[in-house]
T-cell receptor, first 113, second 116 residues
Framework: TAGITQAPTSQILAAGRSMTLRCTQD?????MYWYRQDLGLGLRLIHY???????GKGEVPDGYSVSRANTDDFPLTLASAVPSQTSVYFC????????????FGPGTRLTVL | AQKITQTQPGMFVQEKEAVTLDCTYD???????LFWYKQPSSGEMIFLIY??????QNATEGRYSLNFQKARKSANLVISASQLGDSAMYFC?????????????FGGGTRLMVKP
């Protein structure tokens, strides 16, 4: 079973360029999340979506935008990348916003130069 | 103030022995959940175990158990009979009911190294 897939696996991006990180889940989970993990640290929430058509800001939303046009997909866009956005990005999902366990994708390693 | 604190940046354990990874948390929410995730060197985040604040019994999942001491606000992970494959980063996380988006707040992690 695929679960959650993320693309690309890794990317090097020039500062000022835009990029969309893709996330797709096949579990029909209602809630989806984007986290970033900086070297040696735990994960911090960027944006979330409790259900298709709705999104919300997490702990560190600046410089990022998301959309949730359908249940399966939750892309994360960096409109104009900066070096401080160098990180590993994890997409996660849970069956509902109040269901406790979040399941994570494999991550995307992004380097902004 | 940190909401989740993991005080052990790194730990060694001998194969087949038990090990306890510490986690303390801070919340005023009466309803919350505590999680442990494993992150091996390959990078994925693997869910291990969950404890709800109202659960009477300590959670167990195979070789993993959660030593939940509510009054002390601690949720330590106990791994019994350590295996070489247990070598990884371990993250404690908390979900508070009243925060937006069911957000998980993570600790800084503990790197566990299992010695043969």
């Amino acid at each position: 079973t695929a679960g959650i897939t993320q693309a690309p696996t890794s990317q090097i991006l020039a500062a000022g360029r835009s990029m969309t990180l893709r996330c797709t889940q096949d579990m029909r989970h209602n809630a989806m999340y984007w986290y970033r993990q900086d070297l040696g640290l735990g994960l911090r929430l960027i944006h979330y979506s409790n259900t298709a058509g709705t999104t919300g800001k997490g702990e560190v939303p600046d410089g990022y935008s998301v959309s949730r046009a359908n249940t399966d997909d939750f892309p994360l866009t960096l409109a104009s990348a900066v070096p401080s956005q160098t990180s590993v990005y994890f997409c996660a999902s849970s069956p509902s916003p109040t269901t406790d366990t979040q399941y994570f994708g494999p991550g995307t390693r992004l380097t902004v130069l | 103030a940190q909401k989740i604190t993991q005080t052990q940046p790194g730990m060694f354990v001998q194969e087949k022995e038990a090990v306890t990874l510490d986690c303390t948390y801070d919340t005023s929410d009466p309803s919350y959940g505590l999680f442990w995730y494993k992150q091996p060197s390959s990078g994925e985040m693997i869910f291990l175990i969950y404890q709800g604040s109202y659960d009477q019994q300590n959670a167990t999942e195979g070789r993993y158990s959660l030593n939940f001491q509510k009054a002390r606000k601690s949720a330590n992970l106990v791994i019994s009979a350590s295996q070489l494959g247990d070598s990884a980063m371990y993250f404690c996380a908390m979900r508070e009911v009243n925060n937006a988006g069911n957000m998980l707040t993570f600790g800084g992690g503990t790197r566990l190294m299992v010695k043969p």
